[in-house]
């Protein structure tokens, strides 16, 4: 049994650069690589939406001492946690869309893009409460006029 974590937030800096991203990517997976957590980040215009998925002490311990405390990002919005039978994104100590892929695949919907990214055993099973919630937040976010 494992246990899944959704939840969104704005980007303090008004502007992200790929620097900026690359740096949270970086101390994010090498946290989440000793705490076997998995999951995804997205980005679109300011805003993030992540999933992070594991066993339940480590991602209450990523999302309490790391996520929460990390003063780049503000109105972190807790959307749902609950347990999954397994994982969606096994192949991603933390997977990363952003901007550039979202206007590339502007065309793709958001349940494709996740679709992408999972593994052939997770596209297999049903969608799990997180990604489904992580579809929706991300498709009005997608949709919200720019800020
Ligand atoms: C949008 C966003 C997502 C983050 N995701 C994670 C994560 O998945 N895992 C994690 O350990 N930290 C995450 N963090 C927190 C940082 O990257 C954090 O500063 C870091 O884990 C602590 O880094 P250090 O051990 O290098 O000081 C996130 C921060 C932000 C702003």
């Not at 679109?44 to 939406?49: D, P, R, S």
């Not at 209450?60 to 790391?66: A, E, G, V």
């Not at 807790?78 to 869309?97: C, K, P, Q």
């Amino acid at each position: 049994m494992f246990y899944e974590l959704l939840y969104t937030s704005i980007c303090v800096s008004r502007k992200m650069d790929t620097v900026d991203l690359e740096g949270i990517l970086k101390s994010a997976r090498k946290n989440n690589i000793i705490h076997h957590v998995t999951g995804m980040l997205l980005y679109y215009k300011g805003e993030f939406v992540q999933l992070i998925e594991g066993n339940k002490e480590s991602v209450k311990h990523i999302y309490d001492n790391f996520i929460l405390k990390d003063i780049r990002h503000e109105s972190i919005n807790l959307i749902f946690e609950g347990n999954i039978v397994s994982r969606s994104f096994t192949d991603w100590s933390m997977g990363f869309s952003g901007d550039d892929d979202v206007v590339k695949e502007v065309f793709i919907s958001t349940s494709r893009l996740l679709m992408n990214m999972m593994s052939e055993e997770a596209k297999k099973n049903p969608r799990t409460l997180g990604v489904a919630g992580m579809i929706s937040s991300y498709d009005q976010i997608r949709k919200s006029p720019s800020r």
